[in-house]
């Protein structure tokens, strides 16, 4: 039975990528029965204009709430009258990357569902989107939509380096989408000094070792997924080559609609420097991405 404290946080601009987000919020919600939270920032957006507005004299934030608040009560009606059977709304003040430690009320867990799209240009290299600022920050799961609809999740992808945090990822990626078909994917990354070590050995000298590679890869596969415990096995894959490309490739071929990955919160220049699978798949991946940080 569903927990009353799980609840989804659709975090809304009032864009067209959170209008999605906010519909994939809505799905999820009717399917497991989670409560659902709509959520308006009044610091995130376009705050340039908001700016210009307010040297005008254009611009109230009394007024702000308000039109929020009015906007996000229709909603709720919208959704209560579409089955939705739990949802409240909330008008916050500041950026919703500071108030990520306020959303869960006491006793709760949960998700905070966003638009995977996000500011561009300048603005963005200086900042970050909101969603990446979000995600940076590490304080909650985030799943970022790139799809609409109220279909579930059919095809799930958890993405694993082996460790811990992509167990964590995973087990809520498995209430996620409890009706989904389930694929382990771990990619085998040969260090740069064995590649040059093996440069001029015998081809079956290197196929050997990429052979051994491949096969202690599947046992420590399957050790994760018992300690997953599932009802029904997933398929495993285990491909070779850099993270970020094996998962792009992978979820091509298998059609993936949710990719799950555990991570840490890195600052953005970190992440550029060293590259990052989760920030790939934020920005590159053409499915739903669920990015859990620490212990989900």
């Known amino acids: 039975m569903t927990s009353a404290s799980d609840v989804l946080i659709a975090a809304t601009d009032f864009s067209e990528p959170a209008g999605l987000a906010t519909e994939r919020a809505a799905a999820l919600a009717r399917g497991l029965g989670w409560h659902l939270r709509l959520l308006h920032a009044l610091g995130d957006g376009d705050w340039i204009e908001r700016m210009a507005q307010g040297l005008k004299g254009e611009f109230s934030i009394e007024l702000a709430r308000r039109t929020a608040g009015s906007r996000l009560s229709r909603e709720r009606e919208r959704l209560l009258e579409a089955g939705v059977a739990d949802v409240d709304y909330e008008v916050l003040d500041g950026t919703l990357p500071a108030l990520l430690p306020q959303l869960l009320h006491e006793g709760e867990r949960g ?11 300048l603005r963005q290299g200086l900042l970050g989107s909101t969603a990446d600022r979000v995600l940076r920050a590490g304080a909650l799961p985030v799943l970022l939509a790139r799809q609409g609809g109220g279909q579930a999740y059919r095809r799930v992808a958890l993405a694993t380096d082996l460790g811990e945090p992509s167990l964590h990822a995973a087990r809520l990626g498995l209430r996620l989408a409890p009706g989904a078909d389930f694929h382990l994917l771990h ?22 070792f990429h052979r051994e590679a491949r096969e202690l890869a599947l046992r420590r596969l399957q050790v994760f997924e018992s300690a997953l415990g599932l009802a029904v096995a997933p ?27 555990g991570s840490r919160p890195r600052a953005r220049w970190e992440a550029n420097l060293l590259g990052s699978t989760a920030l790939f798949a934020t920005h590159r991946l053409p499915c739903d991405v669920l990015l859990v940080p620490g212990v989900a």
Request: hydrophobic residues 50%; charged residues 25%.
């Open 235 to 261: 398929t495993r894959a285990v491909r070779e080559g850099p993270p970020a490309a094996v998962l792009a490739a992978f979820v091509e071929e298998a059609q993936i609609d949710l990719v799950v990955l």
């Open 111 to 121: 998700v905070v569902v966003m638009g995977a799209q996000g500011e561009t240009g």
């Open 187 to 208: 990619a085998i990354e040969i260090p740069p000094d064995r590649n040059m070590a093996f440069a001029h050995a015998r081809p079956e000298t290197r196929e050997a």
